[in-house]
């Protein structure tokens, strides 16, 4: 009778145990399966953060809703716009800079070529007070190194200036570069003083790869880069 008594405890034990055991599993899967669908979301976001939307421009929401700084891609607009993105181009291979065309400010909206980023905008006064503005470009995210060849040229109501990495040897600005960027990650900042109501400046962003900076070598094949543009009121009168 002991005997049968014990194996029976040692039955009901090990019973419990293989119960225990699958509600462990179970939940170790459920662990895993979320783990799993957290990565994929990671990967998406990561993937379409490096593909897509190269050039985002924005206005600060607060200065809009108060000021009425907004955002176009015609000289007129119908109603107010925080922020604007250009269309990507994929697979771009090098160029060069006098390979553009001598029109390219004169689109409005996204207007891409096959190996180059172009895109017009209007920054507004739709607002009633007179203003002064900041705007800043800055590099989001780089990979592969590709910004040590990209060009950048600005086109601020009609006048070009070109930007580019300081040379990798620290002998200052390429030789087709107006200007160096002004940090690592920050392209170029711009101003404007006495901003009318109305008043409109009309911008024109070109960004491309060099094909003739040293820099542009294979190493660099594969490499993504995201832009992005702030405006900001510094003051109003």
Same mark, same amino acid.
């Given at each position: 009778m002991a005997e049968d008594k014990k194996e029976t405890l040692e039955l009901r034990r090990t019973a419990k145990e293989v119960? &225990?055991?699958? %509600? %462990? !599993? &179970? +939940? %170790?899967a459920l662990l895993i399966g979320i783990l799993v669908a957290i990565l994929a979301v990671a @990967?998406? +976001?990561s993937y379409f953060y490096d593909k897509f939307g190269s050039f985002t421009v924005k206005v600060n929401k607060y200065d809009m809703a108060r000021q009425g700084l907004s955002l176009s891609e015609t000289p007129e607009y119908e109603h107010t716009i925080s922020e604007l993105n250009a269309g990507i181009v994929y697979d771009m291979t090098n160029i060069s800079g006098n390979d553009l065309p001598e029109n390219i400010d004169k689109i409005n909206g996204s207007h891409n070529g096959q190996n180059y +980023?172009? @895109? !017009?905008f209007y920054l507004i006064?739709? $607002? *009633? =007070? !007179? %203003?002064? @503005?900041? $705007? *800043?470009?800055? +590099? *989001?995210n780089v990979t592969k190194g590709v910004d040590e060849a990209i060009r950048v040229a600005v086109y601020k109501n009609g006048e070009k200036t070109v930007y580019g990495k300081t040379k990798s040897n620290g002998g200052g600005k390429e030789s087709d570069c107006d200007k160096e960027f002004l940090a690592s990650t920050i392209v170029m900042r711009t101003d404007k003083? $006495?901003?009318?109501?109305? =008043? &409109? =400046?009309?911008y024109t962003i070109v960004i491309w790869l060099e094909g003739n900076d040293p820099d542009c070598l294979d190493n660099i094949v594969g490499g993504t880069i995201k832009f992005g543009m702030d405006f900001r009121i510094v003051e109003t009168t």
């Open positions: 119960k &225990r055991h699958v %509600l %462990l !599993t &179970r +939940i %170790l @990967y998406a +976001i +980023i172009a @895109y !017009t006064n739709s $607002g *009633e =007070d !007179t %203003l002064s @503005y900041e $705007g *800043e470009m800055y +590099i *989001e003083e $006495g901003f009318k109501p109305k =008043d &409109r =400046d009309k």
